[in-house]
C-alpha cells in the first residue's frame, strides 16, 4: 500500500450542500464522510449509515473493478468511478498502479477512443468543434476549474497506431490527464482535457448514427491554421502560465506546432520530445547492457512520423554530447519510412525528414534488387544495426528474416518495437526472444506478460510515456519554468536511465517497475527543474529548496476533513 501523509482540512462554500456536494468528483467522499461533515452539510440519510475509511472504500472498489468481465469494461467502471469521486479514483489507481495503468491508459484507452461514442457517460474536459471557433474564449469561460496549469489537448487525427478518431481522441487527454495526477501528483483540480473537433475523415465514425463529434470532413490548410492560432492565443488569455501539452495530432501537424509555438508559452508535444526521450532512456540503459557505450551503435528506426524522427534526433543529440560530431551521428542513423530507406537520391522529401537523409555515394557497395528505393529489409541486411526501433503502427513488420539476419550482425540486439496499442506492435515479444535464440534486449510500446524461452523467464519491459510526461509535468509547474526546451528532455532520458534497474544489475530489468513510478517522477523533476533554472526559465533556488518545491507539488489523494465557510 502507498503511505500517505496527515490528512488536511478544506473549507468549502456554505451552499454546496446535499446532493450538490455528492455530485461534485472532486469534493464527493462518499461512505467517507464523517458524522460531523453529515450534518454539517445536509448529508444525513443520502448515504448508507455506516462510515468507511479510504482504505476499506478502495478495498471494495477493487473488488467490484476485478468483477468487470472485459479491459473495456473495467475501463468503464473506473471511468465512471472518476466521475464519481475523483479522490477514491487516484487513490485505487495508485495503490493498484501495476493493474490500472493499462486499463486507464495504453493498450485500453486505444479500443476506449474507437468507441467513445458508445460508452459516453458524462462530460469531461471541454469540446472545442470548429463551428463554435469564434466562441473559444466563452467556451474556456465556461470551464468551472478556473486554476488550471496542465492543459492536454488533441485534434483526434492520430491516436495511437489507430489512426483518425474525431471527437473520440478526447479519450487521450482525459487519460494522460490521469496519470499527470496519479504519476506526477499534479492536483486534478487544476487539469484540463481538450479536444479540438475539426472534424474527422474516419468515414465509419461519419456513417455511426451514435457519433457524437461534428459530422464533417477534417478541416485543413489555412483553415485548420487558423484555428490552432486561435485556440493558442484563447488559451493564453485565459491561462497565461499554463503548460500545454499537444497529443496525437498528425505527422504533419505535430511538427510545424510545435516549431511555431515552443517559444511563445510553455508548451510540448509528448509524441515527439516525450517519445523521443523514454526511449532514448531505455536505449541508454539497454546499450549499457550490452557493455558498449551509444556511441558505437548503429541504429535503424523504421518509421519517419513525428516519433521517429524526433527518437532520432533526441539520440543525435545525445550522441553528440559525448563528444561526437553532428555529422558523425547522423550517419549510424538509417531512417526508413513507407518509401524505403531516407537517402538524397530521393526527391520531395518532408524538411523534417532531410536531415536524417544517407549520402547515397555512402552506399555504393551495398546490395539491392531495385536502384532508388532501397527497402527496410535491404537496409538491415547492409547497415547491420545492433539497434532498430519501430513506431509504425503496422504489425508483424520485423519479420523472422529480418531478425534472423540483425541477429547474426549482433551479439545482444537491442529492439523495440514500440508501436501501440498491442494489436499494433510490430511483433510479438516471444517470437523476438525465439528468432535470436534469447539474446535480444527488448522493450515495448504496450504491456506484454513475460516471455518463456529456454527455461529463462524474460520480462518485457513497456517503453511507455507515461515514464516521462507525468515527471515533466511536476518538473516544469513545481519549479515555475516558463518554457520546456529540448534540453529539460535530454536531462529527463538521463535521469530515466540512472533509475534503469539494470545500471547496478546486468542481469535487471530496463526500466523500473510501475509501483516506483512516483519516485521516478520525482527524480526526473527534479533534474528537470534544475536544467530549467540553469537555462534560465525558472526562478534560481538551491538544490535542497528545489525538492521542497517538487515534493509540496506532489498532491496526494487523501479526502481533506470538509469544514463550512
Known amino acids: 500500500m502507498t503511505n500517505h501523509p496527515p490528512v488536511l482540512e478544506r473549507k468549502i462554500a456554505r451552499h454546496l450542500t446535499g446532493q450538490e456536494l455528492l455530485d461534485m468528483p472532486l469534493l464527493n467522499k462518499g461512505t467517507a464522510f464523517s458524522e460531523e461533515e453529515r450534518h454539517d452539510f445536509g448529508l444525513v440519510g443520502l448515504l448508507p449509515p455506516h462510515i468507511e475509511d479510504i482504505e476499506q472504500q478502495?478495498?471494495?472498489?477493487?473488488?467490484?473493478?476485478?468483477?468487470?468481465?472485459?479491459?473495456?469494461?473495467?475501463?468503464?467502471?473506473?471511468?465512471?468511478?472518476?466521475?464519481?469521486?475523483?479522490?477514491?479514483?487516484?487513490?485505487?489507481?495508485?495503490?493498484?498502479?501495476?493493474?490500472?495503468?493499462?486499463?486507464?491508459?495504453?493498450?485500453?484507452?486505444?479500443?476506449?477512443?474507437?468507441?467513445?461514442?458508445?460508452?459516453y457517460r458524462r462530460p469531461r474536459g471541454i469540446f472545442i468543434a470548429y463551428p463554435e471557433r469564434h466562441?473559444?474564449?466563452?467556451?474556456?469561460?465556461?470551464?468551472?476549474?478556473?486554476?488550471?496549469?496542465?492543459?492536454?489537448?488533441?485534434?483526434?487525427?492520430?491516436?495511437?497506431?489507430?489512426?483518425?478518431?474525431?471527437?473520440?481522441?478526447?479519450?487521450?487527454?482525459?487519460?494522460?490527464?490521469?496519470?499527470?495526477?496519479?504519476?506526477?501528483?499534479?492536483?486534478?483540480?487544476?487539469?484540463?482535457?481538450?479536444?479540438?473537433?475539426?472534424?474527422?475523415?474516419n468515414q465509419e465514425r461519419l456513417?455511426?448514427?451514435?457519433y457524437i463529434g461534428w459530422r464533417n470532413e477534417r478541416i485543413t490548410g489555412d483553415d485548420y491554421n487558423q484555428f490552432i492560432e486561435d485556440f493558442v492565443l484563447a488559451v493564453m488569455e485565459a491561462f497565461p502560465d499554463v503548460l500545454l501539452q499537444f497529443e496525437d495530432f498528425a505527422s504533419k501537424n505535430a511538427s510545424p506546432i510545435l516549431a511555431k509555438y515552443r517559444d511563445r508559452l510553455c508548451t510540448f508535444n509528448d509524441d515527439i520530445q516525450g517519445t523521443a526521450a523514454v526511449t532514448t532512456g531505455t536505449i541508454l540503459a539497454a546499450a549499457a547492457a550490452t557493455g558498449k557505450p551509444l556511441d558505437e551503435h548503429r541504429i535503424v528506426m523504421l518509421g519517419a512520423g513525428s516519433a521517429g524522427i524526433g527518437i532520432s534526433n533526441q539520440l543525435v543529440a545525445t550522441m553528440v554530447a559525448t563528444g561526437m560530431s553532428e555529422a558523425d551521428a547522423r550517419a549510424r542513423f538509417f531512417v526508413v519510412d513507407s518509401h524505403g530507406l531516407i537517402h538524397d537520391g530521393r526527391t520531395n522529401l518532408a524538411p523534417y525528414k532531410i536531415p536524417f537523409q544517407q549520402?547515397?555515394?555512402?552506399?555504393?557497395?551495398?546490395?539491392?534488387?531495385?536502384?532508388?528505393?532501397?527497402?527496410?529489409?535491404?537496409?538491415?541486411?547492409?547497415?547491420?544495426?545492433?539497434?532498430?526501433?519501430?513506431?509504425?503502427?503496422?504489425?508483424?513488420?520485423?519479420?523472422?528474416?529480418?531478425?534472423?539476419?540483425?541477429?547474426?550482425?549482433?551479439?545482444?540486439p537491442i529492439i523495440?518495437?514500440?508501436?501501440?496499442?498491442?494489436?499494433?506492435?510490430?511483433?510479438?515479444?516471444?517470437?523476438?526472444?525465439?528468432?535470436?535464440?534469447?539474446?535480444?534486449?527488448?522493450?515495448?510500446?504496450?504491456?506484454?506478460?513475460?516471455v518463456h524461452f529456454g527455461g529463462k523467464a524474460f520480462p518485457i519491459a513497456q517503453c511507455n510515456n507515461s515514464y516521462i510526461?507525468?515527471?515533466?509535468?511536476?518538473?516544469?509547474?513545481?519549479?515555475?519554468?516558463?518554457?520546456?526546451t529540448d534540453e529539460m528532455f535530454m536531462v529527463a532520458a538521463v535521469a530515466l536511465k540512472e533509475f534503469s534497474p539494470v545500471m547496478t544489475d546486468p542481469e535487471g530489468e530496463l526500466l523500473p517497475p510501475l509501483t516506483d513510478l512516483r519516485k521516478l517522477a520525482r527524480h526526473i523533476a527534479i533534474a528537470v527543474g534544475?536544467?530549467?533554472?540553469?537555462?534560465?526559465?525558472?526562478?534560481?533556488?538551491?538544490?535542497e529548496k528545489l525538492e521542497v518545491l517538487v515534493d509540496e507539488k506532489m498532491w496526494q489523494p487523501e479526502y481533506p476533513r470538509l469544514v463550512r465557510t
Open 469 to 484: 510526461f507525468p515527471a515533466m509535468g511536476l518538473g516544469v509547474l513545481a519549479s515555475g519554468a516558463n518554457r520546456v
Open 58 to 119: 478502495v478495498t471494495r472498489c477493487y473488488q467490484s473493478f476485478r468483477l468487470e468481465p472485459t479491459n473495456l469494461d473495467k475501463h468503464i467502471f473506473l471511468r465512471s468511478l472518476q466521475d464519481t469521486n475523483e479522490t477514491l479514483f487516484y487513490r485505487l489507481v495508485l495503490d493498484y498502479i501495476d493493474e490500472m495503468l493499462p486499463i486507464i491508459y495504453t493498450p485500453v484507452v486505444g479500443e476506449a477512443c474507437q468507441k467513445f461514442s458508445q460508452i
Open 416 to 450: 523495440f518495437p514500440l508501436s501501440n496499442p498491442t494489436s499494433r506492435c510490430e511483433a510479438d515479444p516471444q517470437d523476438l526472444i525465439e528468432w535470436t535464440n534469447g539474446t535480444a534486449i527488448m522493450a515495448t510500446g504496450s504491456p506484454f506478460d513475460p
Open 359 to 412: 549520402k547515397l555515394t555512402d552506399l555504393s557497395d551495398w546490395k539491392t534488387q531495385v536502384d532508388g528505393e532501397i527497402s527496410f529489409a535491404e537496409t538491415v541486411q547492409n547497415a547491420h544495426p545492433t539497434i532498430m526501433v519501430g513506431v509504425t503502427g503496422q504489425p508483424g513488420v520485423f519479420t523472422e528474416s529480418i531478425i534472423r539476419d540483425m541477429a547474426s550482425h549482433c551479439e545482444r
Open 135 to 201: 466562441c473559444m474564449r466563452e467556451i474556456l469561460g465556461n470551464c468551472a476549474l478556473k486554476q488550471v496549469q496542465a492543459i492536454v489537448v488533441t485534434d483526434g487525427e492520430r491516436i495511437l497506431g489507430l489512426g483518425d478518431q474525431g471527437a473520440g481522441g478526447m479519450g487521450i487527454p482525459v487519460g494522460k490527464l490521469s496519470l499527470y495526477t496519479a504519476i506526477g501528483g499534479i492536483d486534478p483540480t487544476t487539469t484540463l482535457p481538450i479536444m479540438l473537433d475539426v472534424g474527422t475523415n
Open 530 to 543: 534544475t536544467k530549467a533554472q540553469e537555462q534560465g526559465l525558472a526562478p534560481k533556488t538551491d538544490r
Open 207 to 210: 456513417n455511426d448514427p451514435k
